[in-house]
């Protein structure tokens, strides 16, 4: 019996071994195929880029270490940024990275620095607008047109700096503003877009737009 005991322990510890090694095996061949990445998209893709501008890259995967050939490489995940000072005149950007060992090279043309600050072009509400319709507003949002593509954020206030509690995303040279259910706004009341945004180089606009509901009818 003792005998019989001893072969069924051994046969257990022989599969939990085998289990374990199966295991390992599985996971390191789910790494293995999560490591490799491939170069997706650039923003800008080409053309030309002011000396102290950024560059956005996609990739399929987490790149891992991302080095370019000039500029400072930032970022998690499946984007990186790389940031001037780039040499004035015709650049070659070659990308390298670890997970894969891929390269892309990406061709600008090197301008002169951006300094001009990004500017709202259009959109819903214009600053100091009155008489604006609530329902049309709480049905189709609000929309904001930038000069330039822009990175930050939006929000809908009270006139006393209080958050409506609306959706705010900021995307290329668009901003939206969205009703949650449950915070429409109302009739005459003030209201103000605020919020901060800037282009690839860095320049920032406040953005602060007021506008007035019109009267209940």
Request: glycine share 14%; with cysteine; aromatic share 6%.
């Amino acid at each position: 019996m003792a005998k019989l005991f001893r072969i069924f322990a051994l046969v257990f510890a022989a599969l939990f071994a085998l289990s374990l090694i199966v295991g390992c095996g599985g996971d390191a061949d789910e790494e293995e195929a999560a490591a490799d990445a491939a170069f997706s998209s650039a923003a800008p893709a080409s053309g030309d880029l002011a000396s102290n501008g950024t560059i956005t890259v996609t990739f399929d995967n987490d790149p891992g270490d991302v080095t370019a050939s000039q500029g400072t490489v930032a970022g998690s995940g499946k984007s990186r940024t790389i940031s001037g000072p780039f040499t004035a005149g015709a650049l070659s950007l070659t990308l390298t990275w670890t997970n894969g060992g891929g390269s892309h090279t990406l061709t600008y043309n090197v301008t002169a620095p951006d300094t001009t600050a990004p500017t709202v072009t259009g959109g819903t509400v214009s600053d100091g607008d009155e008489d604006v319709d609530p329902a049309e507003i709480n049905d189709g949002g609000i929309e904001i047109t930038f000069s330039e593509e822009v990175s930050g954020n939006i929000a809908l206030q009270t006139e006393a700096g209080d958050n409506v509690g609306w959706i705010g995303t900021v995307d290329g040279t668009t901003g939206t503003l969205e009703l949650v259910a449950g915070k429409e706004i109302g009739n005459e009341t003030t209201y103000v877009i605020k919020g901060t945004v800037s282009d690839g180089a860095g320049n920032e606009l406040a953005v602060e737009v007021t506008f007035t509901t019109a009267a209940k009818e």
